[in-house]
């Protein structure tokens, strides 16, 4: 099994930055695609990037149109993810989690239901 712990969320103002990192420990050998998701009340869970990191395309990124330019997604080392979040908005205002997964050929167009392995989150609340 795989468990994943997120920190660095918080409260800033619009126009802030922060960054959010995911550790990911127990049985990894078989992660090959990391990402990071966020879910605001009343809404449906939705990606906001994916990073490759075994398989076909290592190193290959994705991310969400509405914080394309605004976020990066990148490995800090070996088993730690940060997730890069500047020129926050309001309608950023989320809980945030990372979940890591098997997937290869997938790793960017699956669901997130493809993910096996999830944290608990961190909230991240932008004010305007």
């Known amino acids: 099994q795989v468990q994943l712990l997120e920190t660095g969320g918080g409260s800033v103002q619009a126009g802030g930055s922060l960054r959010l990192s995911c550790v990911a420990s127990?049985?990894?050998?078989?992660?090959?695609?990391m990402g990071w998701f966020r879910q605001a009340p009343g809404k449906e869970r939705e990606t906001v990037a994916r990073?490759?990191?075994?398989?076909?395309?290592?190193?290959?990124t994705s991310y969400a149109a509405s914080v394309e330019g605004r976020f990066t997604l990148s490995q800090a080392y070996a088993n730690r993810f940060d997730l890069w979040m500047n020129s926050l908005k309001p309608e950023d205002t989320a809980m945030y989690y990372c979940?890591?997964?098997?997937?290869?050929?997938?790793?960017?167009?699956?669901?997130?239901?493809?993910?096996?392995?999830w944290g608990r989150g961190t909230q991240v609340t932008v004010s305007s």
């Open positions: 979940a890591a997964g098997p997937m290869d050929y997938d790793c960017h167009s699956g669901s997130s239901g493809d993910f096996p392995s």
């Open positions: 127990g049985y990894t050998a078989d992660v090959t695609c």
């Open positions: 990073l490759q990191i075994g398989g076909s395309d290592v190193g290959s």
